[in-house]
């Protein structure tokens, strides 16, 4: 007689998948790797938030004593409110930008030239902010050196110092975010304009419409999704706007006006050993960031039945 298989637990059926799968799971390991010491480690240790650092011995428990340090200190809420305004300037106003690049290279009719500025346009996004801030404080040295100011020279103009403007240093930042993340960002609302069935635009030309109505009534309405989630889990990052770029771009002429709270943590943490409260401003950040993702998604789900999940 035939022996009968004896069915393997649960357990036994993720080992198996894991095992004929090991070539696989060997390619991502560096990536759980990173995140399991960059992103989860991390959360664990959140804990410092409620107890005071000590390099040796046990921590002591310190309740919400950090939090009210710094809900009570009038630097926080000046960071807070930078933090806020940048980040606004870039997830919220940008957002429409990337969305107009995406459908003015749908309408380029050039397939050679659209791939050239499809290329140009995705180059800055793999360049570090170290290298791009570089060329932007070059583009805009305040001397006659700097190509801006060459510019205004030859149309009779003066010379302008934009880096230690502060009514000009967060447009900057924002202009910069464009330029590295333009290409970058459209790709997933041009890839949406792509899989539009050919056929709707063939019916929509047989009823008259022209390319603006196409736009309006063919291809928003197939971005409705794409944009919805982008816009969500843009929000996720709300409380952070941008700690690389802010950095190299930040001098004590503009510090008051672009100092936000990823600079704070750092100068805590890093620069004073403040780990306690470093950690604390850290966690009110991540708190935050969950709330606002998860409001934006059940508005979008009353108002549009579009989610994230």
Aim: aromatic share 14%.
């Amino acid at each position: 007689m035939r022996e009968q298989k004896v069915p393997m637990t649960a357990a036994q059926r993720t080992l198996h998948r894991i095992k004929k799968d090991r070539v696989l799971y060997l390619i991502l390991s560096p990536t759980i790797i990173y995140f399991c010491i960059f992103r989860v480690w991390p959360m664990i240790n959140m804990r410092l938030a409620f107890f005071d650092f000590k390099a040796r011995g046990p921590w002591e428990f310190a309740g919400l004593k950090y939090f009210e340090l710094i809900f009570q200190s009038s630097a926080f809420m000046q960071i807070l409110k930078n933090t806020l305004i940048i980040s606004f300037m870039k997830y919220v106003l940008l957002f429409p930008v990337f969305v107009i690049f995406a459908l003015v290279l749908n309408e380029l009719r050039c397939n050679k030239f659209r791939k050239y500025v499809q290329i140009v346009s995705y180059l800055p996004h793999f360049l570090s902010w170290v290298v791009i801030a570089g060329i932007w404080k070059s583009f805009l040295d305040p001397s006659d050196l700097g190509a801006l100011n060459q510019i205004l020279a030859f149309f009779g103009a003066g010379p302008v110092d934009l880096l230690t403007s502060k009514g000009a240093i967060r447009w900057i930042l924002m202009l910069c975010e464009a330029w590295r993340s333009i290409g970058w960002d459209s790709i997933i609302y041009f890839t949406a304009i792509l899989n539009i069935s050919p056929d709707l635009y063939e019916a929509a030309k047989v009823d008259g419409a022209n390319r603006w109505h196409i736009i309006r009534s063919i291809i928003l309405p197939a971005l409705l999704v794409p944009m919805t989630t982008v816009f969500i889990l843009n929000l996720g990052f709300f409380m952070s706007a941008g700690f690389d770029q802010v950095y190299n771009f930040t001098n004590n002429s503009v510090n008051s006006v672009i100092d936000i709270l990823d600079t704070y943590v750092n100068r805590l943490g890093i620069e004073n050993a403040q780990y306690s409260i470093a950690t604390a401003v850290s966690l009110i950040k991540g708190v935050v960031g969950v709330i606002l993702v998860c409001m934006t998604h059940i508005t979008s789900k009353k108002l549009t039945g579009e989610g994230v999940w």
